[in-house]
C-alpha cells in the first residue's frame, strides 16, 4: 500500500495541519512516511500545499508530481492540480467553496460542503480542515481516525488538547458526510 496525496488551498485553511496529522499518525501506525509543504509568499490567504506519502515500502523522495489522493479546499487549487491525478485517483473537494466540478472521467469525486458542515453542525468554522479529514480517511484507508485523534497533541501541543473532542466530532462529521455528498465516478 502507498498513498500519494496532494493537499491544497489557501493559507489558513489549515492545509498544513491535515497533512501533519496524516504523517504522524502514518509514522504512529509504522508505516513510512513524508511531508513536504509548500506556501505562497503571503502565506495566510496565499496559497498552500503540501505533499504527504504513507507507504508500506520505503519513500524514495518526498515530492509528488502525480498523486492518488487529492484533496482541495478551494478553486484555485483544484485548477492547478487536477491535471496530475493518476487514472483512479480519489479526490475529495471542498463543495463550499469551490463551484466547478472535476473534468476527468478517470477519477472518483467527492464534494463535501465542509464549510457548512464545520459551521452548521460543529459550530466552528475552524473545524472545516478536520472536516475534510474525516471525510477523506472515510473513503480512503490511509491511517485509523483514532490514531489521528491520538497523535493530536503531539502535533498541536498540549495547549490545544481541550480542542481534541470537537476535533474529533468534525472528523466524526465528515466521514458522516461522505454517506450523502454527490459522487461521480
Same mark, same amino acid.
Request: charged share 30%; no cysteine; net charge neutral.
Given at each position: 500500500m502507498e498513498?500519494?496525496?496532494?493537499?491544497a488551498g489557501f493559507g489558513?485553511?489549515?492545509?498544513? #495541519?491535515m497533512g501533519q496529522l496524516v504523517t504522524y499518525a502514518g509514522m504512529v501506525?509504522?508505516?513510512? !512516511?513524508?511531508?513536504?509543504?509548500?506556501?505562497?509568499?503571503?502565506m495566510r490567504g496565499g496559497t498552500a500545499n503540501c505533499a504527504v506519502i504513507v507507504s508500506d515500502k520505503p519513500v524514495? #523522495?518526498?515530492? !509528488?508530481?502525480?498523486?492518488? !489522493?487529492?484533496?482541495?479546499?478551494?478553486?484555485?487549487?483544484?485548477?492547478?492540480?487536477?491535471?496530475?491525478?493518476?487514472p483512479g485517483a480519489t479526490l475529495f473537494i471542498n463543495s463550499s467553496l469551490v463551484s466547478s466540478k472535476v473534468q476527468r472521467d478517470d477519477v472518483t469525486v467527492h464534494y463535501v460542503p465542509?464549510?457548512?458542515i464545520a459551521q452548521d453542525e460543529i459550530g466552528n468554522a475552524k473545524t472545516a480542515n478536520m472536516v475534510m479529514l474525516g471525510a477523506v480517511l472515510a473513503g480512503v484507508d490511509i491511517v485509523n481516525r483514532d490514531t489521528v485523534m491520538d497523535v493530536f497533541t503531539k502535533v498541536f501541543g498540549e495547549?490545544?488538547?481541550?480542542?481534541?473532542?470537537?476535533?474529533?466530532? #468534525?472528523?466524526?462529521?465528515? #466521514?458522516?458526510?461522505?454517506?450523502?455528498?454527490?459522487?461521480?465516478?
Open positions: 498513498h500519494k496525496i496532494i493537499m489558513g485553511q489549515g492545509i498544513m #495541519a501506525e509504522g508505516k513510512n !512516511v513524508s511531508w513536504l509543504p509548500s506556501y505562497g509568499p503571503e524514495g #523522495a518526498p515530492t !509528488v508530481s502525480k498523486y492518488d !489522493v487529492g484533496v482541495f479546499m478551494n478553486e484555485l487549487s483544484l485548477k492547478k492540480f487536477e491535471k496530475d491525478a493518476l465542509v464549510n457548512e495547549k490545544r488538547e481541550k480542542l481534541k473532542p470537537m476535533n474529533d466530532d #468534525a472528523m466524526k462529521a465528515g #466521514a458522516n458526510a461522505l454517506e450523502k455528498e454527490e459522487v461521480k465516478a
